[in-house]
């Protein structure tokens, strides 16, 4: 059965880089599927921040993209989000997820990131 | 981007009954790629309906999904106690990818 599980802090400076891992279980992370973050707030509900490829192929939301970094380590069946420079707008719930032409069909549980000094 | 717009935010209904939910994009979805969730709270969003109109494995068949181009709906069947959530449409045609801002169906 297929599983993700986000982990990372809770809690982040404004002006500071925010930096999950999404672990995947039961499934390689080398086989023919994409992997994402979506993050979801009350203000602007669920927003799509970008998917990567096992080769490392990137898509970003333009929004988000000049501060946004995912990469993949495949050895380790994992893969990150980065994103620098804060603020308390990117307070939310991040979300990782197997996703197959954007479709996500396998959803992590979800942690609460909270951007606060 | 495309906007995609669910309303009514918030729908009442009773079990039993059929509910139909709408979801209007601000322009034509490329290959009608688009998907349905269904999210409880406190819970990671579940894969209903992609490609407008096919269930996702394990997904009850009074769940389905309609439309093409700019108007998608999704209807239930027969509402059961357990699908009393929210429900989110999302359009994966163009970059980038984008999500309605939901709605919430409640017991009448």
């Known amino acids: 059965q297929v599983q993700l599980q986000e982990s990372g802090p809770g809690l982040v400076k404004p002006s500071e880089t925010l930096s999950l891992l999404c672990t995947v279980s039961?499934?390689?992370?080398?086989?023919?599927?994409?992997w994402g973050w979506i993050r979801q707030s009350p203000g602007k509900g669920l927003e799509w921040i970008g998917t990567?490829?096992?080769?490392?192929?990137?898509y970003h939301n333009p929004s988000l993209q000049s501060r946004v970094t995912i990469s993949v380590d495949t050895s380790k069946n994992q893969f990150s989000l980065k994103l620098s420079s804060v603020t308390a707008a990117d307070t939310a719930v991040y979300y990782c997820?197997?996703?197959?032409?954007?479709?996500?069909?396998?959803w992590g549980q979800g942690t609460l990131v909270t951007v606060s000094s | 981007d495309i906007v995609l717009t669910q309303s009514p935010g918030t729908l009442s209904s009773s079990p039993g009954e059929r509910a139909t939910l709408p979801c209007r994009a601000s322009?034509?979805?490329?290959?009608?790629?688009l998907a349905w969730y269904q999210q409880k709270p406190g819970q990671a969003p579940r894969l209903l309906i992609y490609?407008?109109?096919s269930r996702a494995t394990g997904i009850p068949h009074r769940f389905s999904g309609s439309g093409s181009g700019t108007d998608f709906t999704l209807t239930i069947d027969r509402l059961e106690p357990e699908d009393f959530a929210v429900y989110y449409c999302?359009?994966?045609?163009?970059?980038?990818?984008?999500f309605g801002q939901g709605t919430r169906l409640e017991i009448k």
């Open positions: 997820a197997r996703a197959l032409q954007n479709i996500f069909d396998y």
């Open positions: 039961g499934y390689s992370i080398r086989s023919a599927y994409y």
């Open positions: 990567i490829y096992h080769s490392g192929t990137t």
């Open positions: 322009q034509s979805v490329s290959n009608n790629y």
């Open positions: 490609g407008a109109s």
């Open positions: 999302q359009q994966y045609g163009s970059s980038p990818i984008t």
